[in-house]
């Protein structure tokens, strides 16, 4: 009796030390793979730096390699990420010259969709706030032009999310279809899914979606090769990004090691990837310990304060008293507001000009947000209105109509509180207006906005203060 039980002690005590041994074979391993990529980090990141143009720029990759080096440097745990040295800010200009002037040739050449999204992900990451671009909503653009191919439009929502902007049911929808239907889809577009989901998950609203990303990240790691790659570098390096830390999923459905080496024996001598830029800073995204899906999560300090009036979190908030009706304007992009633009009288041609449409959060000015905008002259302001609501999110609003027009309470998702004498005020100016030097009350716009109408070269502010 006491010799089985003996045995049966002894045989116990193997199976501790074996899983022991097991998890210390785990930990060993672990340990290896970020040495390594680490190793490859280092030496790419190394090479990138040596091929800046004395600009201070990559080319026509400048944006591509400020991202990379950017999450590159950062650890997992700097969600309070420290400012981009000082090298990295004079690069960070010389993005911002190119993102300029992408807006001035636009009307004439056009724009990638997805280029711009790019951009915005490295201003992100560089917690440089695209929404507020030297007066140019850059999210909001990116919104209004929805990309064709499935790849690109996961990237323009992957960056839309970065931004903490607002990602529309539709939009979701449609990543959740490409998503169910993983199979018949490339490893490029499948991975974008998965980081664009992994980002939007990210928001509580949506945490409920995290299930969907179990499906395709596990058909996403059974097209890895025995090599250990996904395809080519650009594939790989995505796939990586995309598998890495998939929550609810264990590390060993791929072969994070193996992919490693693979990337590893691509590595040149002097650490680059093909000697290209572009191969090379998409590699260090696949090794470096953030990816695209985290840079949601950066608190850059751009959140708002306590102090910061109530937000409008859905339009059932808006109660309306029974004589009158309530106009909730939020546009899609496949809106048609030409309707509502209508041509001064007496003219077969519309005479066209510029005015400029700017929102104010808070007495001290916590948010702002501006718009440039072309419309026939005379158009009323809330024609304006309604047009910028369809090219950013920041703008739409909702108004009671009333038989002399319409009254806006709610912009931007701050309604208006009487209780606390919150309300919004409507200002036309000479000039663009300044934070460091508000409006007076005698700029007031003098009607509502249905009265105003429009003049070129003029500013309205829609300013949220306390009275």
Not at 133 to 154: C, M, N, R, V
Not at 232 to 252: F, G, I, K, R, S
Not at 351 to 379: F, I, Q, R
Not at 421 to 449: D, F, I, K, M, T
């Amino acid at each position: 009796m006491w010799g089985r039980a003996n045995m049966a002690a002894v045989i116990l005590l193997l199976g501790w030390v074996c899983v022991f041994a097991r998890g210390e074979a785990s930990n060993a391993e672990m340990s290896l793979a970020d040495v390594e990529a680490e190793a490859i980090l280092e030496k790419a990141t190394t090479w990138l730096w040596s091929q800046r143009d004395k600009d201070a720029g990559w080319g026509n990759d400048t944006h591509r390699v400020l991202l990379a080096l950017r999450l590159g440097n950062l650890t997992r745990d700097d969600n309070i990420p420290p400012a981009p040295v000082l090298e990295l800010q004079l690069s960070a200009k010389q993005m911002e010259l190119e993102i300029v002037l992408l807006l001035w040739r636009h009307r004439e050449v056009g724009f990638s969709p997805v280029r711009l999204a790019r951009y915005t992900l490295a201003l992100n990451a560089l917690c440089m706030d695209p929404r507020q671009f030297h007066g140019h909503d850059l999210i909001g653009t990116l919104q209004h032009h929805e990309p064709p191919t499935d790849y690109e439009f996961a990237v323009a929502t992957l960056a839309a999310c970065s931004a903490q902007a607002h990602v529309r049911k539709r939009q979701i929808r449609r990543l959740l279809d490409i998503a169910n239907a993983a199979q018949d889809h490339n490893v490029d577009t499948v991975a974008m899914v998965i980081l664009a989901l992994r980002c939007i998950v990210q928001d509580h609203r949506h945490r409920n979606l995290h299930h969907f990303v179990r499906k395709p990240s596990i058909g996403l790691a059974h097209q890895q090769r025995l090599d250990g790659s996904f395809g080519d570098l650009h594939t790989t390096a995505l796939a990586m990004q995309a598998l890495e830390e998939v929550e609810n999923e264990p590390a060993n459905n791929w072969n994070r090691s193996a992919a490693l080496a693979w990337l590893s024996s691509r590595q040149r001598q002097d650490g680059s990837f093909d000697g290209d830029v572009r191969t090379t800073a998409e590699a260090v995204l696949g090794v470096a310990p953030r990816g695209l899906a985290t840079i949601r999560a950066l608190d850059c300090g751009q959140g708002l304060t306590d102090s910061s009036p109530p937000r409008l979190t859905t339009s059932n908030d808006i109660t309306a008293p029974e004589n009158h009706s309530e106009v909730l304007i939020a546009l899609t992009s496949g809106s048609n507001t030409s309707a509502l633009i209508t041509e001064p009288a007496g003219t077969s041609t519309p005479v066209l000009v510029n005015v400029t449409y700017t929102l104010w959060v808070g007495s001290n000015v916590n948010e702002t947000y501006s718009l440039t905008l072309t419309a026939p002259k005379n158009e009323t302001f809330y024609g304006v209105m309604v047009m910028a609501a369809e090219m950013s999110t920041h703008f739409e609003f909702a108004a009671s109509e009333w038989p002399n027009g319409h009254y806006v309470h709610t912009l931007a998702g701050y309604k208006e509180e009487p209780l606390s004498y919150h309300y919004w005020l409507l200002y036309r100016l000479p000039s663009p207006p300044e934070p460091a030097s508000p409006p007076g009350n005698q700029l007031v716009a003098p009607g509502g906005v249905d009265d105003l109408q429009i003049s070129e070269g003029e500013h309205y502010l829609f300013w949220y203060k306390k009275l």
